[in-house]
Every structure is written in structure tokens, then in C-alpha cells.
């Protein structure tokens, strides 16, 4: 189920959005440092969606979408500018970690559970390493698995649009408290799946 699989469809959509950034002399490294600015900016927003205003988790859903986008369009440019290499794709995946990181970051900091946000980002980094330690074995990078990057970015903005109007919660939690969990057992499940996979191939 991982819409990281659907990335070489999306070439159509992309390319304005190269061209833009390639006339106005943006580089690769430029839009993954700009995908990051809006996940730190998500992450605040998230906060005070928790603690000021509601209507902040809409700003913040739109933020997460960005970085996403932005996070296709990076590569995109690469190959666009010729200038595709080992060393942007360190940068990327490195901000790309750190993104992840504080975006459930403001989440957990925004309803005050550093438990569930504890449990959820090592959910998600182990899901993004054990990805990339396959091809640090020999093998392809891994993008399968029950979530990908891709799937856990569209849920989180979702779910932000869905916490502006919906204040009920349920067994305690609230919208964001239940999608912190759904991305702590995920994450966890997606990362030994990923794991099984790449033990198997060794093997």
C-alpha cells in the first residue's frame, strides 16, 4: 500500500513546478532545504492548533502537503539540471528524517503526550532506516512495507484538516492523539516488515 510507488506517475503534475523553480535558479538542495521550512513551520502550527487556535492544524495540514511535494519535486529538478548525486541525496534523506522528526515533534507537543510522540517518531525513523540500510547491504532501497513516507504524510495532513472541525474524542484521545498511535504501531510494524523483507533477500 505505499504511494512512494506512485512517485514515476507524477511526472506531468511536476513539471511547472520544475520549470518554475529551474528559471527562477533554484537548486535541488535549495527545494529540500525549502521542504524542511515548511515541516519546521508545520510543526509549529501543529503546536498551536494544541494550544492557541484550532484553525492552526488546517495551516499545518497545508504545510505537511508541501513538504511533500516538495520532497518529489527536488528529485525531479536533479535529473532535470543533470546534477543528480550521492551527495544531494544524503541531504535529502537527512532533512527528510529531521522533517519527520518535528513535524510529530509539534504534534505530541501540541495535545502534551511526549509518550505517544516518543513511540511514533522511532516508529517512523526506524521505518526510514531500515528502507535505506537494504541498499547499504547490497540491495534495493526498500519502499514497501504497510506505510511509506509518502502514505504517512497524506494521512498526517488529512488528519490535520480533520482536527480543525472535530473536537471529540474517543477513549480519551482526540483525532491527533489517535493518528500519533496509528503512527507508533505502524511505523513499528512497517520497519519489522521491511526488516523481514531485507533479512529474507540476504539470506
Given at each position: 500500500?505505499?504511494?512512494?510507488?506512485?512517485?514515476?506517475?507524477v511526472t506531468g503534475a511536476?513539471?511547472?513546478?520544475?520549470?518554475?523553480?529551474?528559471?527562477?535558479?533554484?537548486?535541488?538542495?535549495?527545494?529540500?532545504?525549502?521542504?524542511?521550512?515548511?515541516?519546521?513551520l508545520a510543526a509549529g502550527?501543529?503546536?498551536?492548533?494544541?494550544?492557541?487556535?484550532?484553525?492552526?492544524?488546517?495551516?499545518?495540514?497545508?504545510?505537511?502537503?508541501?513538504?511533500?511535494?516538495?520532497?518529489?519535486?527536488?528529485?525531479?529538478?536533479?535529473?532535470?539540471?543533470?546534477?543528480?548525486?550521492?551527495?544531494?541525496?544524503?541531504?535529502?534523506?537527512?532533512?527528510?528524517?529531521?522533517?519527520?522528526?518535528?513535524?510529530?515533534?509539534?504534534?505530541?507537543?501540541?495535545?502534551?503526550?511526549?509518550?505517544?510522540?516518543?513511540?511514533?517518531?522511532?516508529?517512523?525513523?526506524?521505518?526510514?532506516?531500515?528502507?535505506?540500510?537494504?541498499?547499504?547491504?547490497?540491495?534495493?532501497?526498500?519502499?514497501?512495507?504497510?506505510?511509506?513516507?509518502?502514505?504517512?504524510?497524506?494521512?498526517?495532513?488529512?488528519?490535520?484538516?480533520?482536527?480543525?472541525?472535530?473536537?471529540?474524542?474517543?477513549?480519551?484521545?482526540?483525532?491527533?492523539?489517535?493518528?500519533?498511535?496509528?503512527?507508533?504501531?505502524?511505523?513499528?510494524?512497517?520497519?519489522?516488515?521491511?526488516?523481514?523483507?531485507?533479512?529474507?533477500?540476504?539470506?
Amino acid at each position: 500500500m505505499t504511494l512512494d510507488r506512485l512517485r514515476p506517475y507524477v511526472t506531468g503534475a511536476l513539471r511547472p513546478f520544475v520549470a518554475g523553480f529551474d528559471r527562477v535558479g533554484m537548486t535541488p538542495n535549495g527545494v529540500s532545504v525549502l521542504a524542511f521550512v515548511a515541516a519546521v513551520l508545520a510543526a509549529g502550527a501543529f503546536y498551536l492548533g494544541g494550544t492557541a487556535a484550532r484553525w492552526w492544524y488546517a495551516v499545518a495540514a497545508a504545510l505537511v502537503f508541501a513538504n511533500g511535494w516538495l520532497d518529489v519535486v527536488d528529485g525531479a529538478l536533479a535529473r532535470e539540471q543533470n546534477v543528480a548525486s550521492p551527495a544531494g541525496d544524503l541531504l535529502d534523506h537527512v532533512l527528510d528524517r529531521y522533517a519527520d522528526i518535528v513535524i510529530i515533534g509539534g504534534l505530541a507537543a501540541g495535545i502534551g503526550d511526549y509518550v505517544l510522540g516518543f513511540l511514533a517518531v522511532t516508529g517512523v525513523v526506524l521505518t526510514s532506516y531500515l528502507g535505506t540500510q537494504a541498499q547499504a547491504v547490497g540491495l534495493d532501497r526498500v519502499y514497501g512495507g504497510l506505510v511509506g513516507r509518502a502514505d504517512r504524510l497524506a494521512l498526517i495532513g488529512l488528519v490535520g484538516f480533520l482536527a480543525y472541525p472535530v473536537e471529540s474524542t474517543f477513549a480519551g484521545y482526540g483525532v491527533i492523539g489517535w493518528l500519533l498511535i496509528f503512527l507508533a504501531v505502524v511505523g513499528h510494524l512497517t520497519a519489522l516488515q521491511r526488516f523481514y523483507y531485507s533479512m529474507t533477500a540476504l539470506e
